[in-house]
């Protein structure tokens, strides 16, 4: 079982940065891949970004690449992703996922999910 909470979301102008930040609890951290998913009013969830339980390796949606990086620190139990040059697109709420897999970018694979941040960006 691993719990998630994320944080560092908020509001931020076009072209800004915002750095979130996903804690997990449970000693199993390390076991797990990682990723962001992202959910905009009215729209379905959207993979974002992955990362595999050793850091390795990591996947991008094609909508954030070159401008999102999603890293890890298992001796922190956390989870990252960078989100530079922000666009009004990015806005939505934000979940940090486990899952068993090596590394996913399908949001059915995941099998622990965090309450989400929301983040907002103004053009």
């Known amino acids: 079982q691993v719990q998630l909470v994320e944080s560092g979301g908020g509001l931020v102008q076009a072209g800004g940065s915002l750095r979130l930040s996903c804690a997990a609890s449970?000693?199993?951290?390390?076991?797990?891949?990682m990723g962001w998913v992202r959910q905009a009013p009215g729209k379905e969830r959207e993979f974002v970004a992955a990362i595999s339980w050793s850091g390795g390796n990591t996947y991008y949606a094609d909508s954030v690449k070159g401008r999102f990086t999603i890293s890890r620190d298992n001796a922190k139990n956390t989870v990252y992703l960078q989100m530079n040059s922000l666009k009004p697109e990015d806005t939505a709420v934000y979940y940090c996922a486990a899952s068993q897999h090596p590394i996913s970018d399908s949001a059915a694979e995941y099998d622990y999910w965090g309450q989400g941040t929301q983040v907002t960006v103004s053009s």
């Open positions: 449970g000693r199993t951290f390390s076991s797990y891949a």
